[in-house]
T-cell receptor, first 114, second 114 residues
């Protein structure tokens, strides 16, 4: 069966520090991968999605970036975190046909910026 | 581009009462529609989905939703809620023309009155 792993579960970082959140999927190949951010009490904001290795689409201009070095690995990064980067970050995957398939979510990373 | 509106930010119902959560979408063709549930601090779990065919779809945990093209709606219902249904509920829409993106509504928080 397919599983998705996201880590770390919680992270506290100072303003200006770098960030790396990792997401991996097991049990499937060529998934579509997604990064969302959920601010407190708000909905999900799509940050990035990827349909293949090295293919990244950015939805919102910001100081975050994403990379997909392997088929089932998706990384969210920042060189210098801002206070506004605080939130709950969720990784998700679907099968290759994308929007017709339900998304499967990881358990999320709670990021707090001090 | 597709969009989703969940007009109710927070709803409180009594345990055992019926529930209806509203969702309106905007898309020119037949959309792919989803309802997800999120417990605090966790990822999202798929409740049900609609692609085509019967406009009344059944999901997990006793939930159902009805697709009404004329009203551009996909409301979620449950005949009798349980205290464990307290959570955040998200409606989402995917579009055939956008092979990879799914857009989420801002969510409705459901509280259960004992």
């Amino acid at each position: 069966s397919q599983t998705i792993h996201q880590w770390p579960a919680t992270l506290v970082q100072p303003v200006g520090s770098p960030l790396s959140l990792e997401c991996t999927v097991e049990g499937t190949s060529n998934p579509n991968l997604y990064w969302y951010r959920q601010a407190a009490g708000r909905g999900l904001q799509l940050l990035f999605y990827s349909v293949g290795i090295g293919q990244i689409s950015s939805e919102v201009p910001q100081n975050l970036s994403a990379s997909r070095p392997q088929d089932r690995q998706f990384i969210l990064s920042s060189k210098k975190l801002l206070l506004s980067d605080s939130g709950f970050y969720l990784c998700a995957w679907t099968g290759p046909t994308g929007a017709k398939q339900p998304q499967h979510f990881g358990d999320g990373t709670r990021l707090s910026i001090l | 581009a597709q969009s989703v509106t969940q007009p109710d930010i927070h709803i409180t119902v009594s345990e055992g009462a019926s529930l209806e959560l509203r969702c309106n979408y905007s898309y020119g063709a037949t959309p792919y529609l989803f309802w997800y549930v999120q417990s605090p601090g966790q990822g999202l779990q798929l409740l049900l989905k609609y692609f085509s065919g019967d406009t009344l779809v059944q999901g997990i945990k006793g939930f159902e939703a009805e697709f009404k093209r004329s009203q551009s709606s996909f409301n979620l219902r449950k005949p009798s809620v349980h205290w464990s249904d307290a959570a955040e509920y998200f409606c989402a829409v995917g579009a055939y023309s956008s092979a990879s993106k799914i857009i989420f509504g801002s969510g409705t928080r459901l509280s259960i009155r004992p």
